[in-house]
């Protein structure tokens, strides 16, 4: 078997014709094979599945064939076989052929133009050739063009019985409904006929009830006229006499002995007025009663008396005491107005008597002594004069008890600052003033601490929002989106940020929340240097897309090239075309990314006629990425040149 192998890419780019370099001979019946291997744009084998490829081909006579029954090799590696048929291959010459693929979708694909050769063989060179068109598809769309025509011819015979059954029924439904409202009809007539009448028996029957109704009425007044004419209804004058003979009735009646509520006033009208409290069984358990000089007297069961008179002649006549069975009590005085008004006054003189502070301090500078103050409490008014103290202008309040108990506060004027300091005895010195806090200082400290913890995400509160990771100066942690300015990967995540000595110096770490990746950088004299991702899959990593140099491109928009450092080991992956010589400049990394010696490495490249080729590739310190040379040493800015290789680094 002769095999002549064509690797064609499908895609929009440009191809010429190519010739497979393949000779066969009119003698080669049924061992003349094609062998076609279909690549995708990216340089992958290109799936075959939902595929039917065609082969056209004019033979140097002229002669025309198309056929379609070319075989599927693999359909995962794009591989397509075809043997030339007896009547192909005894055309002899150059053979023009083209390579289609048709999709389920009606769809047609040409794929590439191809030339091959057929040689005459001697034994064959006295045999005429007959010029033929041949399209081997041509029978079977004919049959099928039949087989449609039977099925149409079909679909109208059956249509044409659905109509007349629809014409059909539709008649007997219209039958239907014109009787059916017939009786319709003939129903609601009687029915709105019953109803009238029931009415009309109705509105008789309410008029008969309002005639009864209007007869007994008039009995009822009859009845009383009746009762006024023979003066059984209550006058006027008659019900005002028995009114008035109740209230006389109701004062002199007796207070209710048991239970009961009264309310208003009760007036008794004795020489010596008493009321008496009784039990369930009449036993006396206690009164109330006045005595003939006007002083109350208020008695209990086991006979003892509380009495409220004024005192005798031992006593200041215009003092009221509570006397307990005849015994006077001391704690229980009750001042008469006049009294309480002179104990107000002396209390009033005696405060005006008070020593008031010493205002006479002449102490001019800060660091003199206690003894130099006066004892007790002392006044300092400060004018700008003195020294050494921490103010110039205020008020100073000396409490100097003893040299162990005693302090000095300092009030600045037009403000709210109040300072406190102490004289030591051992050192003979004073403490320095420290400042007293004020309630909205103490807040704004809570304020400031409640922030910070906010910034730690500790005691269950929830971390500030940063939408700019570069702005960040405070210290903690915060909550970044995946659109904030300066974030090492695009998702949600937590930052940690730690200042250094200084304002310029700082590190940063990001968490992500839907990944799996852990990133740091470092401030050095102010600016942020790169991401750097140390922990994580490189599935959820940040790539860096990398632009190609020196003329060349990217092979496809997959397999753009890109480079990703994870800790220390730095991935870089990607395929370029138009490379068109030795020492070719292709790629520059960044600085991040960049190794610490010089690499080579190999790597295989674009293929021809299934023979390897390789290139070689340098990465140097500066991060330039080069393509050395390949194995041939052919340069075809259409080929495919690949990278995917990875190494490690210390900086």
């Given at each position: 078997?002769?095999?002549?192998?064509?690797?064609?890419?499908?895609?929009?780019?440009?191809?010429?014709?190519?010739?497979?370099?393949?000779?066969?001979?009119?003698?080669?019946?049924?061992?003349?094979?094609?062998?076609?291997?279909?690549?995708?744009?990216?340089?992958?084998?290109?799936?075959?599945?939902?595929?039917?490829?065609?082969?056209?081909?004019?033979?140097?006579?002229?002669?025309?064939?198309?056929?379609?029954?070319?075989?599927?090799?693999?359909?995962?590696?794009?591989?397509?076989?075809?043997?030339?048929?007896?009547?192909?291959?005894?055309h002899?010459?150059?053979?023009?052929?083209?390579?289609?693929?048709?999709?389920?979708?009606?769809?047609?694909?040409?794929?590439?133009?191809?030339?091959?050769?057929?040689?005459?063989?001697?034994?064959?060179?006295?045999?005429?050739?007959?010029?033929?068109?041949?399209?081997?598809?041509?029978e079977?769309?004919?049959?099928?063009?039949?087989?449609?025509l039977?099925?149409?011819?079909?679909?109208?015979?059956?249509?044409?019985?659905?109509?007349?059954?629809?014409v059909?029924t539709?008649?007997?439904?219209?039958?239907?409904?014109?009787?059916?409202?017939?009786?319709s009809?003939?129903?609601?007539?009687?029915?709105?006929?019953?109803?009238?009448?029931?009415?009309?028996?109705?509105?008789?029957?309410?008029?008969?009830?309002v005639?009864?109704?209007?007869?007994?009425?008039?009995?009822?007044?009859?009845?009383?006229?009746?009762?006024?004419?023979?003066?059984?209804?209550?006058?006027?004058?008659?019900?005002?006499?028995?009114?008035?003979?109740?209230?006389?009735?109701?004062?002199?009646?007796?207070?209710?002995?048991?239970?009961?509520?009264?309310?208003?006033?009760i007036?008794?009208?004795?020489?010596?007025?008493?009321?008496?409290?009784?039990?369930?069984?009449?036993?006396?358990v206690?009164?109330?009663?006045?005595?003939?000089?006007?002083?109350?007297?208020?008695?209990?069961?086991?006979?003892?008396?509380?009495?409220?008179?004024?005192?005798?002649?031992?006593?200041?006549?215009?003092?009221?005491?509570?006397?307990?069975?005849?015994?006077?009590?001391n704690?229980?005085?009750?001042?008469?107005?006049?009294?309480?008004?002179?104990?107000?006054?002396?209390?009033?003189?005696?405060?005006?008597?008070?020593?008031?502070?010493?205002?006479?301090?002449?102490?001019m500078?800060?660091?003199?002594?206690?003894?130099?103050?006066?004892?007790?409490?002392?006044?300092?008014?400060?004018?700008?004069?003195?020294?050494?103290?921490?103010?110039?202008?205020?008020?100073?309040?000396?409490?100097?008890?003893?040299?162990?108990?005693?302090?000095?506060?300092?009030?600045?004027?037009?403000?709210?600052?109040?300072?406190?300091?102490?004289?030591?005895?051992?050192?003979?010195?004073?403490?320095?003033?420290?400042?007293?806090?004020?309630?909205?200082?103490?807040?704004?400290?809570?304020?400031?601490?409640?922030?910070?913890?906010?910034?730690?995400?500790?005691?269950?509160?929830?971390?500030?929002?940063?939408?700019?990771?570069?702005?960040?100066?405070?210290?903690?942690?915060?909550?970044?989106?995946?659109?904030?300015?300066?974030?090492?990967?695009?998702?949600?995540?937590?930052?940690?940020?730690?200042?250094?000595?200084?304002?310029?110096?700082?590190?940063?770490?990001?968490?992500?929340?839907?990944?799996?990746?852990?990133?740091?950088?470092?401030?050095?004299?102010?600016?942020?240097?790169?991401?750097?991702?140390?922990?994580?899959?490189?599935?959820?990593?940040?790539?860096?897309?990398?632009?190609?140099?020196?003329g060349?491109?990217?092979?496809?928009?997959?397999?753009?090239?890109?480079?990703?450092?994870?800790?220390?080991?730095?991935?870089?992956?990607g395929?370029?075309?138009?490379?068109t010589?030795?020492?070719?400049?292709?790629?520059?990394?960044?600085?991040?990314?960049?190794?610490?010696?010089?690499?080579?490495?190999?790597?295989?490249?674009?293929?021809?006629?299934?023979?390897?080729?390789?290139?070689?590739?340098?990465?140097?310190?500066?991060?330039?990425?080069?393509?050395?040379?390949?194995?041939?040493?052919?340069?075809?800015?259409?080929?495919?040149?690949?990278?995917?290789?990875?190494?490690?680094?210390?900086?």
């Amino acid at each position: 078997m002769k095999t002549a192998i064509g690797e064609f890419k499908v895609g929009t780019q440009y191809q010429a014709p190519f010739s497979l370099k393949a000779n066969f001979s009119t003698s080669d019946k049924g061992s003349a094979k094609l062998q076609f291997r279909l690549f995708g744009s990216d340089g992958h084998p290109l799936p075959l599945s939902g595929t039917t490829p065609k082969l056209a081909m004019k033979m140097a006579d002229n002669s025309v064939f198309i056929n379609e029954n070319l075989t599927i090799k693999d359909p995962v590696e794009g591989i397509i076989e075809y043997v030339l048929s007896d009547n192909e291959i005894k055309h002899y010459g150059n053979v023009q052929a083209e390579l289609y693929l048709l999709y389920s979708n009606n769809t047609q694909v040409s794929v590439h133009q191809f030339t091959f050769t057929i040689t005459r063989a001697l034994i064959d060179e006295s045999v005429d050739v007959i010029r033929e068109v041949v399209v081997e598809d041509f029978e079977r769309f004919k049959a099928s063009l039949e087989a449609k025509l039977s099925e149409t011819n079909a679909a109208i015979d059956k249509a044409k019985v659905d109509i007349e059954n629809t014409v059909s029924t539709a008649i007997k439904t219209v039958n239907d409904t014109t009787t059916s409202a017939k009786a319709s009809i003939n129903s609601s007539k009687a029915s709105a006929e019953s109803s009238i009448t029931s009415l009309v028996t109705s509105a008789q029957d309410n008029i008969k009830t309002v005639s009864d109704q209007v007869v007994a009425a008039q009995a009822n007044l009859d009845s009383i006229e009746e009762s006024i004419a023979s003066n059984q209804l209550e006058t006027k004058t008659g019900a005002q006499a028995k009114a008035n003979q109740a209230e006389t009735n109701a004062k002199n009646a007796s207070l209710p002995r048991t239970g009961g509520t009264l309310t208003g006033d009760i007036i008794i009208k004795k020489s010596s007025p008493k009321i008496t409290m009784q039990d369930s069984s009449g036993n006396t358990v206690g009164g109330l009663r006045v005595t003939n000089n006007g002083s109350p007297v208020i008695s209990g069961t086991n006979g003892s008396h509380i009495y409220l008179r004024p005192k005798g002649d031992t006593e200041t006549a215009n003092e009221t005491k509570i006397q307990v069975d005849g015994i006077y009590h001391n704690g229980s005085k009750m001042a008469t107005e006049s009294v309480a008004q002179q104990k107000a006054d002396n209390a009033e003189e005696n405060a005006k008597n008070a020593s008031l502070p010493n205002l006479s301090v002449s102490v001019m500078d800060g660091n003199a002594p206690l003894s130099d103050y006066p004892s007790g409490f002392s006044i300092k008014r400060m004018l700008n004069t003195e020294t050494n103290f921490p103010t110039a202008v205020g008020i100073l309040l000396t409490f100097n008890y003893d040299p162990h108990r005693n302090f000095q506060l300092l009030h600045t004027k037009d403000t709210n600052k109040l300072q406190l300091r102490h004289f030591n005895s051992i050192t003979n010195r004073w403490s320095n003033f420290d400042d007293l806090e004020t309630t909205s200082g103490s807040q704004n400290k809570v304020s400031a601490l409640k922030t910070d913890i906010g910034h730690l995400g500790i005691n269950g509160t929830s971390t500030s929002e940063a939408t700019n990771l570069n702005a960040i100066t405070v210290g903690g942690s915060y909550y970044f989106r995946s659109n904030a300015s300066g974030r090492p990967f695009d998702a949600n995540g937590i930052v940690r940020h730690t200042p250094s000595l200084g304002t310029t110096g700082a590190t940063q770490e990001a968490i992500s929340l839907s990944g799996r990746t852990k990133s740091f950088r470092v401030m050095v004299g102010g600016i942020w240097g790169d991401w750097l991702q140390y922990a994580g899959s490189i599935a959820d990593a940040k790539w860096e897309m990398l632009t190609p140099r020196g003329g060349s491109q990217i092979w496809s928009e997959a397999s753009s090239p890109r480079v990703l450092r994870l800790g220390d080991t730095v991935f870089l992956q990607g395929a370029l075309k138009g490379i068109t010589s030795r020492k070719f400049l292709a790629l520059t990394l960044p600085g991040h990314c960049r190794p610490d010696r010089d690499l080579t490495f190999l790597q295989s490249t674009s293929t021809d006629g299934y023979k390897a080729r390789f290139a070689r590739w340098s990465i140097k310190t500066n991060g330039d990425v080069y393509i050395d040379y390949n194995t041939d040493d052919v340069w075809d800015g259409t080929k495919w040149y690949p990278i995917d290789t990875s190494f490690t680094i210390t900086s």
